[in-house]
């Protein structure tokens, strides 16, 4: 028991008060006052009555100096005082200020002191768990994923540094070769000539000398052989087909611009890193800070035989970053020719925003690759992959509809809302903008969470 305010005791009261010998580590002032005369208020003496102990009585209502002896019960210790007058204690006594309270004993105290710390502890890492963002970023392969992780670093950290665009350089040379090793193979499944029967030899030579060159160097006759097939008329030809086989997105950006990745002295810019391709297997991890928030976002590979990985990945996420490729409606799995990828990208939606494990998960919908799907829609039908479409071939229809038809799947309308966005994972200003805006959207629902919004 403690008082508010320290409290003048005789002596005699100590044992009395507080229960223990006077020599006990109570908490005493160390000093004595020598009091002329101490009086007691009703208002002071009603704030004693708050406390419990029966013995405080004889401390509130006495007139006269007590003795040890009368906490034995002794009537005659007692002296009653008419209501709202003072009672006065014996000039001659000695007081001292009295802290009702025993002191901890050293053991007691480092025990006080460890449960501090540990309560401490445990606000610290509320406070830090209630920061720290988990995103995870889902979609069939090819969906942009990986890029969006790229424009991460670029936003939210200082970029790629020269040192790591140079170890991109033989990425984008596998990139470029590969796509126009895609292409020729094309046209032969597909009979189309070379529109210059010359451009068969560039063909066999492109062959032949990249077996030859160790993997990631470009070559100024390597570069050569490209840039005329490049050129040539069939193989433009069997581009423009390309939904008919597998091409990388990023095709014609490097084939346009042979002149520039060729050069001796190449150094990959950051846009020609977001650019490149490679096949994300396993589980890559970023960090980054936006807002006060830690981020952690988990890139995991698309494709069907990496999925079974996610799995490890669903504890504790804060939200779901799905991306759809919206350019992929008249395309096939690369390891399913008879599966449009658009319904396949469909299907994975599905069993994610309706799994029970993400009920209460943000579910934010990254409608990507707008740049190309707005330039193909004009030449290739909605219908390829929705036959019962009737709107528009603009581009504000056909992505209305696309987008509807995922936001349809979702089964919890009342309590659970999709946040849709269309976006360009190359276009790093698009993305700061539409990743500003699902940040927004953590914040608010982490304040929901906590019954402040």
Not at 112 to 134: H, T, Y
Not at 225 to 242: E, N, P, T, Y
Not at 305 to 329: N, P, Q
Request: charged content about 30%; glycine content about 4%.
């Amino acid at each position: 028991m403690y008082l508010p305010v320290p409290v003048p005791v005789p002596r005699s009261l100590v044992n009395v008060i507080s229960g223990v010998p006077l020599d006990s580590h109570c908490f005493l002032d160390s000093s004595v006052l020598p009091l002329e005369n101490v009086l007691l208020t009703e208002e002071e003496s009603h704030e004693f009555s708050e406390l419990e102990s029966p013995e405080l009585d004889l401390f509130k209502h006495s007139a006269e100096p007590l003795t040890a002896s009368s906490h034995s019960g002794s009537d005659d210790s007692r002296n009653e005082v008419e209501k709202g007058k003072r009672s006065t204690l014996d000039p001659r006594d000695t007081f001292v200020l009295l802290n009702m309270g025993c002191t901890l004993s050293t053991g007691d105290k480092s025990a006080q002191e460890r449960s501090k710390m540990i309560d401490k502890n445990l606000r610290d890492d509320g406070e830090k768990a209630s920061r720290e963002v988990k995103l995870l970023l889902l979609g069939a392969g090819e969906s942009g994923k990986s890029t969006i992780v790229k424009q991460m670093k670029i936003i939210h950290e200082a970029g790629y540094t020269e040192e790591e665009c140079k170890q991109y350089r033989a990425v984008v040379y596998s990139n470029t070769i590969q796509s126009m090793f895609a292409i020729i193979r094309a046209m032969g499944r597909l009979k189309i000539d070379f529109a210059d029967p010359a451009r068969a030899d560039d063909a066999r030579q492109l062959f032949v000398m990249a077996g030859s060159v160790d993997e990631g160097f470009m070559t100024s006759d390597l570069a050569r052989h490209i840039q005329r097939l490049w050129k040539d008329g069939g193989v433009q030809a069997c581009f423009i087909r390309s939904r008919e086989y597998q091409l990388n997105d990023s095709a014609s950006y490097y084939l346009n611009d042979l002149d520039r990745i060729s050069s001796p002295s190449y150094v990959p810019t950051q846009q020609d890193v977001l650019r490149t391709r490679v096949k994300t297997t396993g589980i890559v991890e970023t960090h980054f800070t936006f807002k006060d928030l830690h981020f952690k976002m988990f890139d995991v590979g698309g494709q069907r035989s990496e999925r079974k990985k996610w799995i490890h990945c669903f504890e504790g996420v804060t939200a779901i970053i799905f991306c759809v490729s919206l350019s992929d409606y008249d395309l096939v799995l690369a390891e399913d020719e008879e599966m449009n990828r658009m319904h396949e990208s469909m299907k994975l939606f599905d069993s994610i925003c309706n799994n029970k494990w993400f009920t209460d998960t943000s579910i934010i919908l990254f409608l990507n690759k707008k740049d190309l799907f707005e330039d193909k829609i004009k030449r290739s039908p909605l219908t390829i992959c929705f036959p019962e479409y009737t709107g528009s071939s603009t581009y504000e229809d056909a992505a209305a509809y696309v987008q509807c038809q995922f936001e349809d799947l979702n089964k919890r309308k009342d309590t659970k809302e999709i946040y849709s966005h269309f976006t360009c994972a190359t276009d790093t200003k698009n993305v700061q903008f539409v990743f500003d805006a699902v940040t927004d959207v953590i914040i608010k629902n982490n304040l929901k969470d906590c019954g402040l919004f």
